[in-house]
């Protein structure tokens, strides 16, 4: 008579909560797999930090041309890497290509802010012509 109370009562708890339990055990495992697949190798790595500096490059070239407005620089960059990442066979989080896109734009186009130095990228005709002109006024100067 107690086990037929108890069938009575857990069986309508157990089809209630099991399911569910089931479908958050089959995220959590897909979840995992995503992870796991996404890990890269140092080869992949470098494939991919090439390509999100080439397409920053790239994007910015299109927004200076006129090609792209400016607020769509960043999905200009993301599209061009996945489109290259499908050709490497790269699996990508998309998270955390976000993520290193900040993180080289900072590197690429902050650089002088960042490191207190003038050791950045020459980004502008101008700044070519100022260290070409720095570089002629200082061989005349020498013996």
Known sequence: MLLELVNKVLQPVL????????VFV???LKKLRDVEQAKLSEKQIGIL??????????AEQAYKSGLIP????????IKFIQAEADKHHLVI???MLAIRIKAAVAREFNRDR????SVG???TVEQMQQMSDQAIKHAN???
Do not use: C, F, M, N
């Not at 089809?15 to 089931?22: A, C, I, K």
């Not at 960042?114 to 130095?117: A, S, V």
């Open 15 to 22: 089809w209630t909560v099991l399911p569910v339990l089931v």
């Open 26 to 28: 089959i995220a959590y």
């Open 49 to 58: 930090d090439w390509l999100i500096s080439t397409g920053i490059w790239a």
């Open 70 to 77: 400016k607020e769509l620089r960043e999905d200009y960059v």
């Open 93 to 95: 989080d998309v998270e």
């Open 114 to 117: 960042l490191l207190g130095t």
């Open 121 to 123: 990228l020459i980004t």
């Open 141 to 143: 100067q020498a013996p």
